[in-house]
């Protein structure tokens, strides 16, 4: 199974990712980690009420919006064992700051870019 740096890092990059990506902005989408027998998963959700479409959005441009997570988290100047409020930390995340390294996070983008 993937490390917890890795997994959170990488749902905060992909929601940074699909925020440029589709223009959207970042409070409207967010996810978790949803952790079961069978392993964990990255689950996004759409935080505005009734749903505003962003997820659905996102699985329509997930290749684009993959490798705009990857530009946001390689081209950052931070150190890539850490991470910054350039790529991967927000007000919301602030209990995974301790984890979150933007370097896991390209390691896992980087296999996934088509």
Not at 6 to 34: C, F, K, N, P, V
Not at 66 to 83: I, N, P
Request: glycine share 8%.
């Amino acid at each position: 199974t993937m490390p917890e740096e890795a997994m959170w890092s990488t749902l905060y990059a992909l929601l940074e990712g699909a925020a440029e990506h589709l223009r959207i902005a970042r409070d409207d989408i967010d996810g978790t980690i949803s952790r079961s027998k069978a392993g964990a998963e990255i689950v996004l959700y759409d935080t505005v009420p009734g749903g505003a479409g962003g997820v659905l959005r996102i699985s329509e441009e997930f290749d684009a919006i993959v490798r705009k997570a990857l530009a946001v988290v390689a081209d950052c100047e931070c150190g890539e064992e850490t991470s910054c409020y350039s790529c991967l930390r927000a007000y919301r995340n602030q209990s995974q700051h301790e984890v979150l390294s933007r370097g896991a996070a390209a390691d896992v983008l980087r296999t996934v870019v088509t």
